[in-house]
């Protein structure tokens, strides 16, 4: 008996794996420099932006503000971003470090590289595959 659903063809399913390859892939690029493709967007961020609250880097990364403090954690830990208080002082607010900085500057090469493998496998379709990843934003 055939199943009712065929799980090969799962939207969900297939993106997961696909996601899963391409933070693989970034993650080999970052080797060697003590960070993953989520702590590397952090830093951009925080490079891009200044100063920022843990739920604003969160919302900018379209992740859950645990996650976000779990990757803040270990920054804070490899000393690549600075916790401040903010004008509230319940409000803290994350910066990148001078050493964030140094780490970020190497780490761009490489993140380009990751980022180069991956539209070249895309090759004709990366422009496609944005505006309809873009279209999932909104479901």
Not at 106 to 125: C, D, V
Request: charged content about 25%.
């Amino acid at each position: 008996m055939k199943p009712e659903v065929e799980f090969s063809d799962c939207m969900c399913l297939s993106i997961r794996k696909a996601s899963r390859n391409i933070t693989q892939a970034y993650n080999e690029e970052f080797q060697g420099l003590g960070i993953n493709i989520t702590q590397f967007s952090v830093l951009a961020i925080l490079a891009g932006t200044g100063k920022q609250t843990i739920t604003k880097v969160a919302h900018q990364l379209g992740s859950e503000r645990t996650t976000v403090t779990r990757a803040i954690a270990i920054l804070e830990k490899k000393k690549l971003i600075n916790i401040v208080l903010g004008a509230d002082k319940r409000e803290r607010l994350i910066a990148i470090s001078k050493k964030g900085t140094e780490i970020l500057d190497l780490a761009r090469p490489r993140w380009k590289s990751a980022q180069l493998k991956i539209e070249h496998l895309l090759t004709n379709q990366i422009d496609n595959l944005r505006s309809n990843l873009g279209r999932l934003h909104h479901l």
